[in-house]
């Protein structure tokens, strides 16, 4: 079982900066693949990135990539979503994820444990 929790949203203007934390506990958080997702109002849950246990090259949404940043510490047991030049296309509950596998995918139900989830709010 691992938890995670999300942290570090909040509003922000049009083009400006946030960085989200995701504090894992529970089992060894090193061996758990992670990803970030987002979800709209009245939208289904988008990938945005994620990073394999195995530090891997990121894998990013077309949407975000060059604007947005994933990284992990292992010896902190968290990750971590740098989030540049934000749009108000960008305004959703940004959630973490972590699944025990070394892929990385983009489809929410493969995910197996999930934060509650921080409020981004960009505005224009």
């Known amino acids: 079982q691992v938890q995670l929790e999300e942290s570090g949203g909040g509003l922000v203007q049009v083009g400006g900066s946030l960085r989200l934390s995701c504090a894992a506990s529970?089992?060894?958080?090193?061996?758990?693949?992670m990803g970030w997702f987002r979800q709209a109002p009245g939208k289904e849950r988008e990938f945005v990135g994620g990073?394999?246990?195995?530090?891997?090259?990121?894998y990013y949404a077309d949407s975000v990539k060059g604007r947005f940043t994933i990284s992990r510490d292992n010896a902190k047991t968290t990750g971590y979503l740098q989030m540049n030049s934000l749009k108000p296309e960008d305004t959703a509950v940004y959630y973490c994820?972590?699944?025990?596998?070394?892929?990385?995918?983009?489809?929410?139900?493969?995910?197996?444990?999930w934060g509650q989830g921080t409020q981004v709010t960009v505005s224009s």
């Open positions: 994820a972590a699944r025990a596998t070394v892929v990385v995918t983009t489809t929410p139900g493969l995910w197996e444990y």
């Open positions: 990073i394999s246990w195995r530090g891997f090259t990121p």
């Open positions: 529970g089992r060894t958080f090193s061996s758990y693949t």
